[in-house]
């Protein structure tokens, strides 16, 4: 075992009405909160907000990172190695690096949660590159590409398919 010792020395204050937000008013937005470099390498984080039975994120993994999903609201779907945890307000889901995971506003509900990946990646740039592919700028397949850089590598799972009708 390793200890990541931060390396910053100011307290990290967010304001909501100064983050970011990706997407909004889409079926998923995601506010970018904290970014690894303003938290010296601690974490990054990003509210995840999803409507009524959105899909958020495709099976993936981080190899360095672990990431922790906490339900503020509503009913979310995740994926967790095999299998599929249906989190409700208050719950929490760990997945440690390595793990295949994934997730979703559970069918026919909405979900809203914070994420949390630690230690931090540079992530907010990888959210701006799914817009680019979003509008068009980028072709899909570009994420092949940086999936080193931002520490999220793509997979397929078919119990994640089976339970969202894929």
Known sequence: MSLFIPDFDDSVVV????AEITRPGAELSIQLLVDSSASGGALSSMRVTLG???NGARPHHHDRSAEMFYVLDGTAQLLA???IVTAEQGDMVIVPPGQQHAFAAAPGETAEMLVI???GVERFEYFRHLERIRYGK???ESLLEVQE???SY???NAAWDAARGQ
Do not use: H, N, S
Not at 15 to 18: F, G, M, P, V
């Open 154 to 156: 793509f997979g397929t």
């Open 15 to 18: 304001r909501a009405a100064d």
């Open 52 to 54: 009524k039975g959105a």
């Open 117 to 119: 990946i630690t230690p």
């Open 149 to 151: 850089l931002y520490d």
């Open 81 to 83: 190695d095999d299998r």
């Open 138 to 140: 980028v072709p899909p």
